[in-house]
């Protein structure tokens, strides 16, 4: 309910209990605190020129609807009308114009199955996201990242002029058969990721996810981090004129960074040489490590044992 504070507002009032037949004049003036003078008063009829203005006033509102009363001041004010500011706000007020907020856009968001969690062994968490870039001559290219947060190895790197939800799951898929499935799947809310056939895919493979908050792209680190390379030592570095060049390109580089590129987090070894001594059998499609703890014991029982042989 809007609060009666203004005379204007107070006279409508004591105007309307009257009319109602609830009191007298009087007893409305006394009552909200109105003088009997400004009750009774009358103000003058609007000239011809203020009718005028106030027409123009209503068609520019109607052409403009997100506009303000100063830029429709502005407007008059270049049409050659006198007219200031304040007198174009008090016009607007009483014909109930105004410029309705802007609503912000409902964010789709992913049920996550899963807690945000760090990655302790290999399959632990992987993660996906796309990367965009284009060809020489303009045409668009959209590439898809799977990578594994732990040994930091890029499962997937593949290149499209579009990716949609059906065509991300055939990549993953082979990711999976290649190196076995992970626990968790971390991602942002893009429409690839949280689209029902996605959903009903991972949940029959029984991997877990673990979306984003809205607008949090730190809470993805690894992929952020390996788009940042990827992006300073490939995209930026070569001329993609077609998009069998972009996937050759963007291949070898998959295979240079996993084979032979130094990671400083993995002491300056490669993710795959990182991989082999500490996790030197993945787990086959479908099983995983019991555990964090134990998935850790048992590689260091293997690596115990290579090494004594």
Not at 51 to 69: C, I, M
Not at 193 to 215: D, M, N, S
Request: with cysteine; hydrophobic share 35%.
């Amino acid at each position: 309910m809007q609060k009666i504070v203004s005379p204007a507002h107070r006279r409508a009032a004591a105007e309307k209990v009257v009319a109602a037949g609830m009191c007298s004049g009087r007893a409305a003036c006394r009552y909200w605190g109105l003088a009997r003078s400004t009750y009774g008063y009358q103000g003058r009829r609007a000239t011809a020129a203020e009718v005028q203005l106030r027409k123009r006033l209503l068609e520019l509102s109607a052409q403009h609807p997100r506009y303000g009363y100063r830029r429709i001041a502005a407007l008059l004010r270049q049409e050659g009308w006198r007219a200031g500011k304040r007198q174009i706000q008090r016009l607007r007020r009483m014909e109930g114009l105004r410029v309705p907020p802007t609503r912000r856009k409902v964010v789709r968001r992913g049920v996550s199955t899963g807690l945000p969690t760090m990655a302790t062994h290999r399959n632990h968490v992987w993660t996906w996201d796309f990367i965009a870039d284009a060809t020489v001559r303009g045409g668009a290219l959209k590439m898809l990242t799977v990578l594994d947060e732990y040994t930091r190895e890029c499962h997937g790197l593949r290149a499209e002029r579009a990716l949609k939800a059906v065509d991300v799951l055939p990549w993953l898929a082979q990711a999976v058969s290649a190196h076995g499935a992970p626990e968790f799947l971390r991602s942002d809310n893009g429409s690839e990721f949280i689209a029902k056939i996605v959903q009903r895919w991972l949940k029959a493979h029984q991997i877990k996810t673990i979306y984003l908050e809205p607008g949090s792209p730190w809470q993805n680190g690894f992929v952020e981090s390996f788009h940042g390379r990827f992006r300073d030592e490939c995209l930026n570095r070569e001329q993609l004129w077609t998009l069998t060049e972009a996937r050759v390109v963007v291949g070898d580089f998959r295979e240079k960074y996993n084979q032979v590129r130094p990671h400083s987090r993995l002491g300056y070894q490669s993710p795959a040489t990182f991989a082999a001594r500490t996790c030197p059998s993945p787990a086959p499609v479908g099983l995983r490590p019991p555990s964090a703890g134990d998935g850790q014991n048992q590689n260091k029982n293997i690596t115990s044992t290579m090494s004594s042989d």
